[in-house]
């Protein structure tokens, strides 16, 4: 078995504290009854449900040993939908009193059906304002007034060696309660450039993810999100996001639904001794500049491969990371004042951020597939052009590939796979005319579909999706 960590981002906290009597035994140890039953009441159980839908093919008694009725029904027969309600639990915490919510990203995604249930079991249905993936924050409403609300920190003024105490629905077990000190601070994870963590000792278990983590005064200075396990158990490093970027996150899923990122451009990495050495640079203080993207920021401003940042707005960088998540948390349009060193002097340069899209994400502007998904909600479907490979392969002109179905679309027939290449008896030449087709017809629509190899038709209902 590999001992490569396992990034497991899951849901947090358990194993009750020791209660008054106890920590008032132990000289030097805090006491955390006050700050559980002072903040404990702004402490919510999230449970989250969907339908997942997958397609059987199975079929009637006594003809599944026929190979010819089984050629039949894959190649001619509707498949079957099965469905299957998914659960799952996590934690948030009440952030104002008309009823706005902290938790992950990861506790809320994909969910149908989000349920509130606070420690007096009043439960509540919430809806998602926002979220933001890169940051895994979610910010969600329910209907009420008068809540209890968490007192909110500054994660700022937080140093390793505090005690955090950790409030959460481990299993579902409510107002769970554990705690520990801050490890270390800023902590970076392989693949993740956005936020800074706070690494704990606190012991967390699945259930606690977006649960509050808390100082000794009481405040709320970290959303507990995350673990690092060789077993996928906890063994001592716990993860939070700091407050203060989740609460910058929240605002702007408040005003606007969505978080923006700034870029600049460019792709960098550490900087090592031998790579200073070799750039001219007698300590390794800063970080090596090895793409800059065309027509990005970086590319305007001036920026070339083989430059070295080794400082951003007066202040020294040590690692690419740094740099990242301070492009990407100011706002686009932020100017960042450079210093580089080049040809063995440091230069000073300008640049002016622009909006990071999800194409530019994980330089993905020149490596990604040349399509994306497009939403058919009226009928439930979710599809994706055919890439020019893909359409030679085919032999096809245009297609789409059908990448997630409703369940009315399946009860006609529909499966993820297929290939939709006609409608009616016209030939399919773009997103925009299946989207017309859907849009103005009535009853149904014919789409002729490619499925192995084998074409046909397939009647698709039109009118308001499941």
Known sequence: MSLKKILISFALASAVVAGPSMAAEVSGLPDFTGIVAAEGPAVVNISTSRIERTQGGALPGGLSDDPLFEEFFRRFAPPQVRERQVMSLGSGFIISSDGFILTNNHVVANAEQITVTLTDKRTFKAKVIGTDDQTDVALLKIDGSNLPVAKLGKSANLKAGQWVVAIGSPFGLDNSVTSGIVSAMGRQLPDDSYVPFIQTDVPINPGNSGGPLFNLNGDVVGINSQILSRTQGFMGISLAIPIDVALDVAGQLKTRGKVVHGRIGVVMQPLSKELALSFGLANPNGVLVVKVLPNSPAARGGLRVGDIVTAINQQPVT????????????????????????????????????????????????????SS?????????????????????????????????????????????????GIGGEALTSIHQLETAVKAGSGSVALQILREGNQMFVALPLGKSE
């Open 319 to 370: 690692n690419s990371s740094d740099v990242q998540r301070l492009i990407s948390m100011a706002k686009p349009g932020t100017r960042f004042d450079l210093q580089v060193w080049r040809d063995k002097a440091t230069r000073q340069l300008t640049v002016v951020s622009d909006e990071l899209k999800a194409a530019t994400a994980a330089q993905a502007s020149e490596s990604a597939q040349p």
């Open 373 to 421: 998904d497009s939403k058919l909600a009226s009928v439930g479907l979710v599809v994706r052009p055919l890439t020019p490979q893909q359409q030679q392969q085919l032999g096809v002109g245009f297609g789409v590939q059908v990448r997630a179905v409703s369940a009315d679309s399946a009860r006609a027939g529909l499966a993820p796979g297929d290939i939709i290449i």
